[in-house]
């Protein structure tokens, strides 16, 4: 996962953000809720106690490098992709994100197409490991 290259802090706020989007759109589907679950043991955040209170750019701000802003982007709209769809309010989300990075609305596409590339790579790798 990229996310190794994040600081703890950086990781603490993208679990948060991670949570804020799954809960834009005020529906929270299954595979969500499972991606969620995974990141946060992935990260070795299991008992991490989110503080909802928090800004999102507050948490924008705990992201200090283009890299790392842009390993957070990636993640979420992989979050936001998880049921092959974005809803308007978790593209309103992720367009405050890119805004709080001061990163161009107009790369979300390009990061979009590899963030979801990313996934279909790995959906293919998870599916080889389970025929062999």
């Known amino acids: 996962m990229i996310t190794e290259l994040l600081t703890v802090n950086e990781k603490k706020a993208l679990i948060s953000l991670s949570k804020k989007l799954i809960n834009a759109d005020g529906v929270i589907v299954a595979k969500e809720k499972q991606v969620y679950e995974i990141m946060l043991e992935l990260l ?6 989110i503080d909802n ?6 948490l924008c701000n705990t ?3 283009q890299r790392s802003k842009i390993i957070c982007l990636l993640e979420l709209i992989g979050i936001a992709w ?4 974005f809803q ?3 593209k309103e989300f992720i367009n405050e994100v ?3 990075f001061g990163i161009n609305r107009s790369k979300i596409k390009s990061y979009t197409k590899l963030s979801i590339n990313m996934i279909r790579l790995n959906q ?4 080889i490991l389970k025929i062999n």
Request: hydrophobic share 15%; net charge positive; glycine share 0%.
């Open 44 to 49: 070795s955040l299991k008992r991490y106690k």
């Open 53 to 58: 209170k928090t800004s999102t750019k507050s």
């Open 63 to 65: 992201f200090k490098t």
């Open 82 to 85: 998880v049921d092959h769809s």
């Open 88 to 90: 308007k309010k978790e």
């Open 98 to 100: 890119c805004d709080n």
């Open 124 to 127: 293919e790798l998870i599916s």
